[in-house]
């Protein structure tokens, strides 16, 4: 069975700092890895994700992931958080061997001005 | 774009009562799938279309019933509904069951008395 763990419920940044949104998980394949971002009252979107190749991964809005195989995880991260970052953040993973995604618990991110 | 539709958007039921929430995709994407998102819980998989004429359970799927109608059309039937139901209901398309991302509607909430 596949899962996904955000250790983190919420994180909370200055605008201008660093972001980090932690994602690790657990596969009995090889992983394939997704971001994907909700604000209020939409649909998720999809941010990026690691299928194979190059660990650094970058995406929309300014966000990059790196893929770590031996810890397992897959964190978000933003050099430098805009207060329009403020969201909730979705990890998600498949195994080689599955068409379907699961999900973890979400982080709300909230980047204060 | 039109991207994934789901109707309706919002539907508030008593208990007993049955629905069929519609989703439709215009992007020619091969798989689909329906989640519920509760506070706190992530999404969870209910059921899935890998291919048109394919249906699979997820995680959820106690209480539901899927139609994969054609290429586009996916809907998910409440036979008898009940209040542990209450839930945002997710539409989502991929174009490749497991590397390709989701492409999410923007919800349908449904509440049960």
């Known amino acids: 069975a596949q899962s996904v763990a955000q250790p983190e419920d919420q994180v909370n940044v200055a605008e201008g700092n660093p972001l980090t949104v932690k994602c690790t998980y657990s596969v009995s394949g090889n992983p394939y890895l997704f971001w994907y971002v909700q604000y209020p009252n939409r649909g998720l979107q999809f941010l990026l994700k690691?299928?194979?190749?190059?660990?650094l991964v970058k995406g929309s809005y300014g966000f990059e992931a790196e893929f770590n195989k031996s810890q397992t995880s897959f964190h978000l991260k933003k050099p430098s958080a805009l207060v329009s970052d403020s969201a909730l953040y979705f990890c998600?993973?498949?195994?080689?061997?599955?068409?379907?995604?699961?999900f973890g618990d979400g982080t709300t991110l909230t980047v204060k001005p | 774009n039109a991207g994934v539709t789901q109707t309706p958007k919002f539907q508030v039921l008593k208990t007993g009562q049955s629905m069929t929430l519609q989703c439709a995709q215009d992007m020619n994407h091969n798989s689909m799938y329906w989640y519920r998102q509760d506070p706190g819980m992530g999404l969870r998989l209910i059921y899935y279309?890998?291919?048109?004429?394919?249906?699979d359970k997820g995680e959820v799927p106690n209480g539901y019933n899927v139609s994969r109608l054609n290429k586009r059309e996916f809907s998910l039937r409440l036979e008898s509904a009940a209040p542990s139901q209450t839930s945002v209901y997710f539409c989502?398309?991929?174009?490749?069951?497991?590397?390709?991302?989701?492409?999410f509607g923007e919800g349908s909430r449904l509440t049960v008395l």
């Open positions: 279309s890998a291919s048109e004429g394919t249906t």
């Open positions: 998600a993973v498949r195994d080689t061997n599955a068409g379907k995604s699961t």
């Open positions: 989502a398309s991929s174009a490749i069951p497991n590397t390709g991302e989701l492409f």
């Open positions: 690691y299928i194979t190749g190059d660990n």
